[in-house]
Nanobody, 116 residues
Framework: QVQLVESGGGLVQPGGSLRLSCAASGFTFSSKTMTWVRQAPGKGLEWVSEVNSRGDNTNYADSVKGRFTISRDNAKNTLYLQMNSLKPEDTALYYC?????????WGQGTQVTVSS
């Protein structure tokens, strides 16, 4: 059974940092591209970043480029998102996502709120 469990969200002031984690189980994590997606209040899903299976190829949305860093630890089956210089517009529910064999798998999300 595929499970993705996000953690690390919280309330942070503008300019602050957070590190999100996503613990994966039930599939061969080390062979899958992993993605972070977010949903701001009242808005649709926004793709944030992705990393390939080896962790040596990453992509970012323009809105987070230069501020967020995606990484993974295949020995720990864990995906990360280091978020720096946070802005109020980064406020959202953050999900990790894995897509394979025609299915999309999601965690329950972790809330990030950027406010003074």
């Amino acid at each position: 059974q595929v499970q993705l469990v996000e953690s690390g969200g919280g309330l942070v002031q503008p300019g602050g940092s957070l590190r999100l984690s996503c613990a994966a189980s039930g599939f061969t994590f080390s062979s899958k591209t992993m993605t972070w997606v977010r949903q701001a209040p009242g808005k649709g899903l926004e793709w944030v970043s992705e990393v390939n299976s080896r962790g040596d190829n990453t992509n970012y949305a323009d809105s987070v480029k230069g501020r967020f860093t995606i990484s993974r630890d295949n020995a720990k089956n864990t995906l990360y998102l280091q978020m720096n210089s946070l802005k109020p517009e980064d406020t959202a529910l953050y999900y990790c996502n894995a897509g394979f064999m025609g299915m999309n798998y999601w965690g329950q999300g972790t809330q990030v709120t950027v406010s003074s």
